[in-house]
């Protein structure tokens, strides 16, 4: 037989993955196998060019064991292992475990209880409530399938931001290594343009001749080859979106031009090689990627009404990030110096609160004592540099904060957030949450809509209420940056702005790695068309001192 191209084989051994999972045992073995299918779907080579060159293990997330399996799959079609682990499960089974929150061992136990064996049929049977009636499964769990089955139709084939940039980066280097003659390698498609979730992994080259215009790797990496000549018309087509393309070419159809894959053509004069020379004929400035999406930015662009978006050089702290003393895995000064390395001027500590007990909210001594240290740490940092004492303070089920006024009073600036009840129906939910906007000692809403991409919905909320009342009480809207948050969600950002909200962009790190989440955030920002001046974080270490100082006079006084 035909050895099996990359694509069959990461399928192959994402089947593996998801069948070695419902056998038990170690759940990184399963895991590990998914990653690595996720890698062999984004080569920018033939796979059978590095079995030959005994390359395997360059793929990232592939080591030597996982290598030996990659090579039988490609050389066989299949693999003993697998084969044996076939009998045991029938194929559609596999589909259940697409489901956000739905574990191996109940996938196991709705197939041999109830006998499901496809998603048609766990839909039906969870609208029937025969899954609330089953032992060990129940009505919680049956609510929660119904919730999110929606999220595994859509999700499918989807990358969060963080995992498509390190495919797109694998994918542009072996590119590269393979095709040394090729210039200006470029990220194309829904990454370009910042999409919370990402389908289409796509790179633009720069050939030193027109070939054929696209060309499609057998794992779903789609790398654009075109010549200098007509690079801007590539990258241009090949980023998208769809209903943005279709609205400029009804635009170079008003202005007697057309526009199409080989550029834009006026008169006997093609003009392709680059994109802001397309704009600049159409008489448009340049659309940054991220606004590209076919929601009037054509218009306000023609109008002059673009704005500057915010940058990541723009941003001077970083806030909302948690350290040891709750769930991060590093000293508060570890956290610190990692932040002043990157060349901010200011880090935010927030950690979780005493009713998230289960990850170990601060009490009281906690709090005094991490004040304690972070008064030791400023006096040896000077004045470039200062650790600002926040808290993320959940908000209880009445909407009211987690600390007596006293103990919040004691805070630079408080980060107010639910991480439970989140099944109150939406009056409820959005009442709490107005009630911990107007506590005065609330200064950011933190993940205001607590979705999980992939993993679960928001709760349901008046947002444009809440966000009303944000704007209201000088309260900041958080972009988490987060990958599997991104919340709140970029589409909301225009109306935040538009009722004079303060946006802040933090990464909810946990660990020295997550404080690089911040470039997530400013993506969302920048698609969401929030210009540097409407973003907490953009102040420099003065004057985000000095507004913080102004929020808590009133506390002084009152004190």
């Known amino acids: 037989m035909a050895a099996a191209d990359s694509r069959t084989v990461a399928k192959l ?24 299918a996720d890698s062999l779907a984004a080569l920018a080579v033939p796979l059978h060019v590095l079995i030959e060159e005994d390359r395997l293990t360059e793929i990232p997330g592939v080591g030597d064991a996982i290598a030996d399996i990659i090579t039988k799959l490609h050389r066989t079609g299949s693999h003993p292992s697998l084969e044996k682990l076939r009998k045991e499960i029938p194929e559609g089974v596999l589909e259940l475990l697409t489901v956000p929150g739905l ?17 048609a049929e766990l839909e039906t049977a969870a609208r029937q409530d025969r899954i609330k009636k089953a032992k060990g499964l129940g009505a919680a769990l049956q609510a929660k399938i119904l919730q999110n089955l929606a999220i595994a139709k859509s999700g499918e084939g989807h990358f969060h931001l963080h995992r498509a940039a390190a495919l797109l980066e694998h994918g542009k280097v072996s590119l590269q290594n393979a095709r040394p003659d090729l210039k200006h390698v470029t990220f194309a498609g829904d990454f370009r343009r910042g999409c919370e979730l990402v389908a289409d992994l ?14 499609a790797d057998a794992g779903g990496l789609r790398v654009h080859l075109t010549d200098r000549k007509h690079f801007g018309a590539a990258l241009l087509h090949a980023t998208g ?24 053509r006026k008169g006997r004069r093609l003009i392709s090689a680059n994109e802001r020379d397309i704009y600049d004929a159409l008489g448009l400035p340049f659309i940054e990627p991220e606004l590209r999406e076919g929601r009037g930015e054509i218009e306000r662009a023609s109008k002059g009404k673009l704005p500057t978006l915010v940058t990541d050089q723009d941003l001077r702290g970083i806030l909302h990030c948690h350290t040891d ?10 956290m610190a110096k990692a932040t002043l390395k990157r060349g901010f001027e200011y880090f935010g500590v927030a950690d979780h609160s005493k009713s998230a007990h289960y990850a170990g909210g601060l009490s009281l001594e906690q709090i005094e004592e991490q004040h304690r240290e972070a008064d030791r740490l400023n006096k040896k940092f000077g004045k470039e540099f200062r650790i600002l004492k926040g808290i993320e303070s959940d908000i209880l089920a009445d909407g009211s904060l987690d600390y007596p006024d006293d103990v919040l009073e004691s805070f630079d600036f408080v980060v107010a957030s639910i991480h439970g009840r989140f099944k109150l129906d939406r009056k409820a939910q959005t009442e709490r949450l107005l009630r911990a906007i107007a506590d005065p000692h609330t200064t950011i809403i933190g993940h205001m809509t607590g979705r999980q991409l992939q993993r679960r919905p928001g ?29 709140l969600d970029w589409r909301w950002h225009q109306a935040a702005l538009e009722f004079g909200c303060m ?6 790190a946990h660990s020295i790695a997550e404080l690089d989440h911040m470039h997530w955030g400013v993506e969302m920002a920048r698609k969401g068309g929030v210009p540097a001046d409407r973003v907490l974080n953009a102040m420099p270490l003065v004057d985000i001192t000095r507004y913080l100082r102004q929020r808590r006079r009133p506390f002084a006084r009152a004190a």
């Open 13 to 36: 051994l994402r089947e593996y993955g998801q069948r070695t999972a419902l056998r038990g045992g170690n759940p990184y073995r399963a895991k590990a196998y998914s990653r690595a």
């Open 325 to 334: 003393a709750s769930d991060g895995t590093e000293t508060i000064e570890t």
């Open 459 to 487: 709760y349901e909320i008046d947002v444009e209420k809440v966000l009303r009342s944000c704007a209201k009480h000088d309260v900041a809207v958080e972009i988490n940056a987060h990958p599997w948050r991104l919340d």
């Open 103 to 119: 574990r191996p061992d109940k996938v196991l136990r709705l197939y041999k209880d109830l006998g499901i064996s496809s998603l």
């Open 202 to 215: 796509a790179l633009v080259a720069e050939a030193q001749s027109a070939e054929d215009g696209q060309t």
């Open 503 to 508: 946006m802040s962009i933090n990464p909810d």
């Open 241 to 264: 979106s769809a209903e943005h393309i279709a609205q400029l070419r009804m635009l170079a159809e008003r202005k007697g031009m057309k526009l199409d894959t080989n550029g834009l």
